[in-house]
């Protein structure tokens, strides 16, 4: 029988599983289960190249934790196809279904799947506001710029999905405060995001909604790594440093040296060397469990509703369980 929403162990708290662009379905399986096991209230299956995010939540059946399935990139995944897989995972596992819509990026939408990312934007908006009725079991006619659907009658039973919107930078942030039930930040400070907080807020009031969405946060977590395994979550900040929408952050939390080496083109070897110890603990929570848990009560006093763990290896997921 399908869970009511927000029937969940762990509530606010999460894993995100499947999102590296190495991974194993197998190994993502066995993450997501023993997450289930330990109590975590939330399990988010990205995607990458490994697997797809409605298979592999259909493979993990019955469990407690609500599923959510993505961020799926709304140029590729139109709103009928997603409504149908998440209706699809929730009538076999019998879990609450989340679904999450991104921009991606270019690779994924114009180099991989051969589609046009010219107005990303437009198309996550037009995307989540069709879903919004489809994910629902509504009738949806809707005829925008670039999404269009009219006449699907589901089958099953409609997921009545959460439908959250992964954002960073101000149109995405109008979007997913406009339209979506929650906002999720892919990575942030904890000044980044108490001021996101007021934005989401305000975005939320010029839409005319009576509620703002909630807040996730990815949290890229690891209890006593070892060097290598600190080196290893470095290289994976790397793309964020180079990245035009997140350097920004990184350089006013005072790594602006390190964010000019990363987008001047140097190895990421180059990179990781240069990184100061305080680069990782702007955006990441290393150390013991007093250490780690401390971080993520910094994050919940800012406004974050839902921390969805990214560890380094199920030992942490262990450590850190509700």
Same mark, same amino acid.
């Given at each position: 029988? +399908? +869970? ?77 196809? *997603? ?23 270019? *690779? ?26 489809? !994910? ?12 269009? *659907? ?21 149109? !995405? ?15 942030? *400070? ?71 080496? /990363? ?17 990782? /603990?702007? $955006? ?25 763990? $990214? ?12």
């Amino acid at each position: 029988m +399908q +869970q009511e929403q927000g029937d969940v162990r762990g509530s606010g708290l999460g894993v995100l599983v499947g999102a590296r662009a190495d991974g194993d379905p197998v190994a993502s399986a066995h993450l997501a289960r023993l997450a289930d096991g330990l109590g975590f209230g939330e399990i988010m299956i990205g995607e990458a190249t490994g697997h797809d995010a409605f298979a592999l939540g259909a493979a993990l059946g019955e469990g407690p934790a609500t599923l959510c399935l993505g961020p799926l990139p709304a140029a590729v995944r139109d709103p009928v196809t *997603t409504a149908r897989g998440a209706a699809t995972v929730a009538a076999l596992t019998g879990r609450a279904t989340g679904v999450a819509l991104a921009a991606s990026t270019s *690779t994924v939408v114009e180099e991989w799947h051969g589609r046009s990312r010219s107005d990303a934007v437009t198309i996550v908006a037009e995307s989540a506001q069709a879903l919004r009725g489809l !994910l629902a079991g509504e009738p949806v006619d809707y005829n925008g710029a670039l999404v269009r *659907t009219k006449g699907f009658e589901s089958a099953l039973p409609p997921s009545r999905a959460q439908l959250s919107v992964l954002a960073f930078g101000a149109e !995405l942030t109008e979007v997913a405060a406009a339209r979506a039930d929650r906002l999720i930040l892919p990575i942030g *400070t904890v000044e980044h995001v108490s001021r996101l907080r007021a934005r989401v807020q305000a975005a939320a009031e010029r839409a005319g909604r009576e509620r703002a969405p909630k807040i996730a946060l990815w949290l890229p977590v690891a209890v006593e790594p070892d060097a290598e395994g600190r080196r290893t979550m470095l290289r994976d900040l790397v793309p964020y440093l180079r990245s035009a929408g997140f350097s920004g952050m990184f350089s006013e939390a005072g790594f602006g040296e390190v964010v000019r080496l /990363a987008r001047s083109g140097a190895h990421v070897r180059s990179v990781v060397a240069a990184a100061p110890p305080e680069l990782l /603990a702007a $955006v990441t929570a290393v150390g013991d469990v007093a250490a780690v848990r401390a971080v993520l009560g910094e994050f919940r006093a800012v406004g974050v509703d839902d921390v969805i763990l $990214v560890p380094d290896r199920a030992e942490t997921l262990e450590a850190l369980a509700p």
